[in-house]
């Protein structure tokens, strides 16, 4: 990185430090190119030389805390993407501690961005919520399973929105319960104890496939 793009480098930063402190604070729609400027310390030509609007800084903010989470659960990733491809079915789900932990532990890390994709739900939540979950975990997954494609906006909707349920309440309560205890709560609600679930998976699936074909009653 030479000088020039270090400097942008870092005013953007500070661009990006300011504006998610001030989402602490008031809702997105609020806050003016005034105020992030006064709070990075930086003139407003300086703002307009690297965005057009806030919207814009809102999206890099937002792509580079994705970013820093990719690099933070990329030291699993070979090792959750073998697991995918090699349990067996009937053991294979959808939520699990594995991922469930980097992931709850980065949200707890980052809770102040979290709360205000909560907050802003149409300018940030639907790029921060779920991109790398879907990407790397539930794709796959529906995918060995043999779903097809075009029930997969629905498996996602229903997993990942009740999983974020789940957090925006602890994010309610500023995560002071641990991130091992919001993992086995998510767990148990999309997968409960008596261990069926991955069995009805391949009977739902098989039946899909074949509407003919028995389905079993356990």
């Not at 008596?194 to 009653?217: C, F, H, M, W």
Request: contains cysteine; hydrophobic residues 40%; charged residues 25%.
């Amino acid at each position: 990185m030479n000088k020039s793009e270090s400097k942008y480098f870092n005013t953007a930063l500070c661009m990006n430090e300011a504006l998610i402190s001030l989402l602490k604070v008031k809702d997105l729609e609020y806050i003016t190119v005034k105020e992030i400027c006064e709070k990075a310390g930086v003139n407003r030509s300086t703002f307009y030389l690297h965005y057009e609007t806030v919207a814009d800084l809102v999206n890099e903010a937002i792509e580079t805390v994705n970013q820093r989470f990719l690099s933070y659960f990329s030291e699993d990733t070979k090792g959750i993407a073998d697991k995918i491809s090699h349990t067996d079915l009937p053991d294979l789900v959808l939520i699990t501690h594995d991922y469930l932990l980097p992931y709850l532990r980065f949200v707890s890390e980052n809770k102040d961005l979290y709360r205000a994709a909560f907050r802003n739900p149409n300018e940030m939540q639907a790029n921060i919520k779920y991109r790398y979950i879907k990407q790397y975990i539930v794709e796959p997954i529906l995918k060995r399973f043999g779903v097809p494609d075009a029930y997969w906006k629905y498996y996602i909707a229903y997993y990942i929105d009740g999983t974020m349920a789940i957090i925006k309440e602890w994010l309610k309560a500023d995560c002071r319960d641990s991130v091992e205890m919001i993992a086995a709560v998510i767990e148990e609600c999309v997968r409960p104890s008596n261990g069926t679930q991955g069995r009805r998976y391949s009977e739902i699936y098989t039946t899909l496939a074949d509407p003919a074909a028995p389905e079993k009653v356990e």
